[in-house]
């Protein structure tokens, strides 16, 4: 009897170590999924003439943990520059020309060291400002995720979304954030639920 006993006790032993193992086996790859979440690394860059996107990209910069890098023009936009009601301004001349390709003074720096890139700019004429098809010439994204968001008055981000589709058909390109122009100083809460659907 004693031996029986003993005998159901080691099994029972055996199962419940057993068990034990794989819990632990599980917990393990979840640490390891947690990891891999935590190396991916991420940047927000972003084109601001106004202020209302650099305020989007700093919210969403400050929500994700990215680093943060302006896009600057070599030369600076002005306000007559931006003056859509003058069809000879220089918003207007470069949107009507799509060969346009305005200078960017400077660099980012190790854009092949992040695995997600958020970019931002204003929407001009529905679509993308020129000087983000030079940034999209000058860099590879093949391989990495663009986030893309945009600031607007009322135009859609899809045209310019398709763009970017276009331009860098080797990355992936997740859902888009549109925040209003007039609202992109109190853009916390949307940026948040975004964020959160994009995951």
Do not use: H
């Not at 600076?76 to 305005?102: F, H, I, K």
């Amino acid at each position: 009897m004693k031996k029986l006993l003993a005998s159901i006790l080691a099994v029972m032993l055996v199962m419940a170590m057993t068990s034990c193992s794989g819990g632990n086996s599980g917990a393990s790859g979840g640490d390891q999924a947690a990891q891999q979440n935590t190396d991916d690394k991420s940047i927000v860059v972003y084109f601001s003439c106004t202020g209302n996107t650099k305020a989007v990209a700093e919210e969403i910069a400050a929500q994700t943990g990215s680093d943060l890098q302006e896009i600057v023009p070599e030369e600076p936009y002005t306000e007559e520059d931006l003056n859509y009601n003058d069809d000879s301004c220089r918003a207007n001349v470069e949107m009507n020309d799509p060969e346009s390709r305005p200078a960017i003074s400077n660099t980012i720096e190790n854009l092949s060291d992040y695995d997600t890139i958020y970019i931002g700019y204003p929407i001009w004429w529905g679509s993308l400002p020129r000087i983000m098809n030079t940034f999209f010439d000058t860099y590879d994204f093949s391989g990495k995720t663009i986030v893309p968001f945009c600031t607007s008055g009322s135009s859609s981000i899809s045209q310019s979304v398709s763009v970017i589709k276009e331009a860098e058909p080797e990355a992936q390109i997740k859902e888009g954030l549109q925040v209003s122009s007039a609202g992109a100083d109190d853009s916390s809460d949307e940026v948040s639920r975004w964020i959160e659907e994009i995951k």
